[in-house]
């Protein structure tokens, strides 16, 4: 059924599809609509036989998870920015389990300083957790993966983190295809746990290891991601197979067949990225687009594969590793090791920023005159960096930085409506 509805909507009905028993809600923008969709089924009976738990902090959302899921319990959470250090302990507690919770990610900056608006900081944090990580480019996959995500978690018993932009997606009308409750009941089946706490048989579930097996087990935990490479293409196929439509898998191309740079993103800037590259293609210019769905586990061999007849490649990620450069662009690096071509790194869209068509094929067009330095920060404003190095050589007391900077472009604070 088509349907024009929020992001946040689209996401909610498609985890009450998949018949969560227990949900654990923590409000935090932008991903508290869905806990709010999700707790009004509840309430109202739509989505029936589950426990909908109001819990005090964002670690005890991914805590009551973890009990739920261990007690045998199809277990759904979501979060962002904040949120998600939070609840560290419990992230890594959870993938160490072999728990298969179900959690969105509203992807959102990390302050300080505070900022509420979309980049990938947050989850990209948790990268090593050990917790699969899929991005969603629109609100149609941020639905359909999390249907996936919930039998992904459950074949390997390992938690998936649903990845898709705050505010951007979350909070963005647009038309999706809702299944009906046939089809998905169809796709995924009952949830049958790996392990479950029963008094009838009695296990433990956390077991204190020592050096003597600890290293085993996390390689244990690197087998079942190498898995679910594997896997991931494989129930995304099922997925067409039951609803018609291609969704999921481990990366999408577009306009890749002769392309000599290839542009490489994850996430709703896909979208910009499409349409700048259709205007470079009718210059005349071979250019292509690789999208990340799956980031964890890392498609190394897929990427390299994809990627094998380009000149230069860019990497356009909105994220950042200070001390180092680009987190995206290493991984990407590590896939096309002992080759030629350049990978370039553009870090954009931190804290929200616009990235528009007009800067993207700027960007591009140096890119491909090989004008583009191996870190580039995109619209990047000299100007106020500068003067704000230049205070600090003169001053010793010269103030925390964001204030300085609001103090020299005129603003006391951000306005947040």
């Excluded at 979060?79 to 959102?108: D, H, W």
């Excluded at 990938?120 to 941020?142: C, K, P, V, Y």
């Excluded at 890119?367 to 000299?382: N, Q, R, V």
Aim: aromatic content about 6%; glycine content about 8%.
């Amino acid at each position: 059924m088509l349907k024009q509805c929020e992001g946040s909507h689209a996401v909610a009905v498609a985890v009450a599809m998949s018949r969560p028993e227990v949900i654990c809600a923590y409000p935090i923008s932008p991903q508290t609509h869905i806990v709010e969709g999700l707790g009004e089924m509840v309430k109202s009976g739509a989505l029936a036989h589950c426990e909908f738990i109001n819990v005090e902090s964002e670690f005890a959302a991914l805590s009551v998870a973890i009990g739920a899921s261990a007690a045998g319990a199809r277990a759904y959470t979501a979060t962002a920015s904040q949120g998600l250090l939070f609840m560290a302990e419990a992230v890594y507690n959870a993938s160490g389990l072999g728990l298969p919770i179900v959690m969105t990610v509203a992807n959102r900056s990390i302050g300080a300083p505070i900022n509420i608006w979309n980049d990938h900081t947050d989850s990209m944090s948790m990268r090593d957790a050990g917790w699969l990580q899929i991005f969603a480019e629109t609100n149609q996959e941020a639905l359909d993966l999390h249907i996936q995500a919930f039998r992904l978690a459950e074949e390997l018993s390992l938690p998936v983190m649903v990845c898709m932009d705050g505010f951007i997606l979350t909070h963005a009308y647009e038309r999706v295809d809702i299944p009906d409750q046939a089809q998905v009941d169809r796709y995924l089946p009952p949830y049958e746990p790996r392990q479950v706490l029963d008094p009838k048989a009695p296990v433990t579930i956390g077991a204190m290891v020592g050096p003597e097996a600890f290293t085993e087990v996390r390689y244990l935990a690197h087998a079942k991601q190498m898995q679910a490479l594997d896997l991931i293409p494989q129930i995304a196929e099922e997925f067409k197979q039951v609803f018609g439509r291609d969704s999921g898998g481990l990366i999408k191309t577009y306009r890749l067949d002769d392309a000599e740079t290839i542009v490489i993103a994850l996430g709703s800037v896909l979208g910009t990225i499409k349409d700048t590259v259709d205007d470079l293609r009718a210059q005349g210019i071979k250019i292509g687009v690789l999208g990340i769905t799956s980031y964890r586990p890392f498609p190394i061999t897929a990427i390299r594969d994809a990627t094998a007849n380009a000149s230069r490649i860019v990497v356009i990620e909105k994220c950042f590793a200070v001390g180092i450069g680009g987190i995206v662009s290493r991984d990407v690096r590590s896939a096309v090791r002992n080759r030629p071509q350049p990978v370039l790194t553009v870090v954009a869209g931190l804290g929200g920023r616009a990235i528009t068509k007009a800067s993207l094929n700027k960007l591009l067009l140096e890119a491909i005159a090989d004008k583009l330095e191996l870190l580039t920060f995109l619209d990047l404003d000299w100007g106020i960096v500068n003067r704000v190095l230049d205070r600090e050589k003169k001053q010793r007391r010269s103030g925390p930085v964001a204030e300085g900077i609001l103090r020299d472009i005129g603003t006391v604070a951000s306005h947040i409506a």
